[in-house]
């Protein structure tokens, strides 16, 4: 059973900067395509951005290329999103999700965390 466990989430005020952190604990060595989404408030859950095992391809959405980025450190399991120049409808709580697969992009994952809120003020 894989375990995902995020961090790095908080308030910031617009144009501001955050990264969050998520590892997949359980692994037992797996190698995992890893992915952000979000959910806002009322709003249905969204692709942030996605990430293969080995780097690359990745695939953002459109409402946050050029201002988050995905990286990862495979050896540790861990995938990190940082974001920079944040709007108010960035707001959200983010979650990470992994797959025992390449690279997902938009799709189906079978992991998932409980999610990090972040705060977005104007």
């Known amino acids: 059973q894989v375990h995902m466990v995020e961090s790095g989430g908080g308030l910031v005020q617009a144009g501001g900067s955050l990264k969050l952190s998520c590892e997949a604990f359980?692994?037992?060595?797996?190698?995992?395509?890893m992915a952000w989404f979000r959910q806002a408030p009322g709003k249905e859950r969204e692709f942030v951005a996605a990430?293969?095992?080995?780097?690359?391809?990745?695939e953002y959405a459109d409402a946050v290329k050029g201002r988050f980025t995905i990286s990862r450190d495979v050896d540790k399991n861990t995938v990190y999103l940082e974001m920079n120049s944040l709007k108010p409808e960035d707001t959200a709580v983010y979650f990470c999700?992994?797959?025992?697969?390449?690279?997902?992009?938009?799709?189906?994952?079978?992991?998932w965390g409980q999610g990090t809120q972040v705060t977005v003020s104007s």
């Open positions: 999700a992994a797959d025992q697969v390449f690279f997902l992009g938009n799709r189906h994952y079978t992991y």
């Open positions: 359980g692994s037992a060595g797996g190698r995992f395509g």
């Open positions: 990430m293969s095992w080995s780097h690359y391809p990745t």
